[in-house]
């Protein structure tokens, strides 16, 4: 079956720690993107990848940062500056940036601080 | 600039009732229009959209919703809910004209929706 993967589902972050949250997709889709997740506050848009080897800051992007060196994988870090990481994180793809595409998500990566 | 608004955080409906989940918009172009669901401790899933053309969108799981353009409302709609549609329900819009990283989908805030059996 085609679909996203994230990975791990529960991550734990110590103060002054960096954590990586994987996102693979195997639907050969070019754009993907992050969201973070807050009770209350629907979904922020932290980065997002229209082509390999490029991608751009969405609307919370400080505090974290992604590579997209390969089409399935988006891996986002989200390093010691963001000092309310406490979230439920979501991976998105789409075939495309076009206006009219929906996007496919995973199941998401609850981090939590230690 | 795109906003979406859901003026309901929560909306109670007994089971075999019909139910409606609102959703408001703003753009400055013309509107594409998403509803998508959530489960608990799980992704969203993809509902229906409106792009252009008939102002009612059927989707999966026999939701529709319709679209009204001089109220710029977007509200879903299923004629008879199931205890199982209840979840997290989202609204997103993306403007016609926007640009950059404008034009990534905006979401509104959710409407939990509880089905009593």
């Known amino acids: 079956d085609g679909g996203i993967t994230q990975s791990p589902k529960y991550l734990f972050r110590k103060e002054g720690q960096n954590v990586t949250l994987s996102c693979e997709q195997n639907?050969?889709?070019?754009?993907m993107y992050w969201y973070r997740q807050d009770p209350g506050q629907g979904l922020r848009l932290i980065y997002y990848s229209q082509i390999v080897n490029d991608f751009q800051k969405g609307d919370i992007a400080e505090g974290y940062s992604v590579s997209r060196e390969k089409k399935e994988s988006f891996p986002l870090t989200v390093t010691s500056a963001q000092k309310n990481p406490t979230a439920f994180y979501l991976c998105a793809s789409s075939i495309e940036t076009g206006l009219s595409q929906p996007q496919h998500f995973g199941d998401g990566t609850r981090l939590s601080i230690l | 600039a795109q906003s979406v608004a859901q003026p309901e955080d929560q909306v109670n409906v007994a089971e075999g009732n019909p139910l409606t989940v609102k959703c408001t918009y703003s753009v400055s172009g013309n509107p594409y229009l998403f509803w998508y669901v959530q489960y608990p401790n799980r992704g969203l899933q993809f509902l229906l959209k409106y792009i252009t053309g008939d102002n009612l969108v059927k989707g999966s799981y026999g939701f529709e919703a319709e679209f009204n353009k001089s109220q710029t409302s977007f509200h879903l709609k299923k004629p008879s809910a199931l205890v199982s549609d209840s979840a997290l329900y989202f609204c997103a819009v993306r403007d016609s004209i926007s640009s950059g990283s404008a034009r990534q989908l905006t979401f509104g805030s959710g409407t939990q929706l509880t089905v009593l059996p």
């Open positions: 639907l050969n889709h070019d754009a």
